[in-house]
């Protein structure tokens, strides 16, 4: 099986511009999560989604927001980028929901760099 | 508070020495412990979680409820395990993770 796939895998951008990251789960998997990695705060968990819905948000602010496609693909959207957003965001899929099993698989991260 | 705390920043041994990355955690539910590691330039990838007890690449993990830890251990490093190491708390019945802030693990021949 493919693994967990996001695109793009760097993006720059500049202060007060929005982005788009886009997340494919491995097939079959419906759980979605996002987080963010920076040097000074490690990783941190943005939001999880499973079956179109929002389960979990972790605590950023409300530029940050995301959304889940039938087909269990995932996209974030950062608006008013600001400096700090400056990190790796990283996808992962699980199989919970299903089966029970949660063990998450990532991607290799879409780099972000705000000038 | 949820959390998780991994006192050292950076471990380093030689080859054949043990190995102990510490992890202890904050929860007041029932929780669930996983270990992750990134090698240099791959992704974020599952080394352990505590429910499967198992023994993956040589590391073993317990999970200590009393003591609050889950800390990884491998008697005899090998230069293919240096690597960056996250201890993770995960909640039941999400996928969230909260991460400790990770212990780089450098083993010399």
């Known amino acids: 099986k493919a693994g967990v796939t996001q695109t793009p895998r760097y993006l720059i951008k500049t202060r007060g511009q929005q982005v788009t990251l886009s997340c494919s789960p491995i097939?079959?998997?419906?759980?979605v999560s996002w987080y963010q990695q920076t040097p000074g705060q490690g990783l941190q968990f943005l939001f999880e989604?499973?079956?179109?819905?929002?389960?979990n948000k972790g605590n950023f602010p409300g530029r940050f927001s995301g959304r889940q496609f039938s087909n269990s693909r995932s996209e974030m959207n950062v608006s008013t980028l600001e400096l700090g957003d400056s990190a790796l965001y990283l996808c992962?899929?699980?199989?919970?929901?299903?089966?029970?099993?949660?063990?998450?698989?990532f991607g290799p991260g879409t780099r972000l760099t705000v000038l | 508070a949820q959390r998780v705390t991994q006192p050292e920043k950076l471990l380093s041994v030689f080859k054949g020495a043990p190995v102990e990355l510490k992890c202890n955690y904050s929860?007041?539910?029932?929780?669930?412990l996983f270990w992750y590691v990134q090698y240099s330039r791959q992704r974020l990838q599952l080394l352990l979680r505590?429910?499967s007890r198992e023994s993956i690449k040589g590391f073993t993990a317990d999970l200590n409820k009393g003591e609050t830890s889950f800390h990884l251990k491998k008697p005899f490093a090998q230069e293919e395990d240096s690597a960056m190491y996250y201890c993770?708390?995960?909640?039941?019945?999400?996928?969230?993770?909260?991460f400790g802030t990770g212990t780089r693990l450098q083993v010399f021949p």
């Open positions: 989604y499973f079956s179109e819905t929002q389960r």
């Open positions: 097939s079959g998997h419906r759980s």
């Open positions: 505590h429910i």
């Open positions: 992962a899929s699980s199989l919970r929901g299903t089966s029970g099993e949660n063990t998450q698989y």
């Open positions: 929860y007041s539910g029932s929780p669930e």
């Open positions: 993770a708390l995960g909640t039941y019945n999400t996928d969230k993770l909260i």
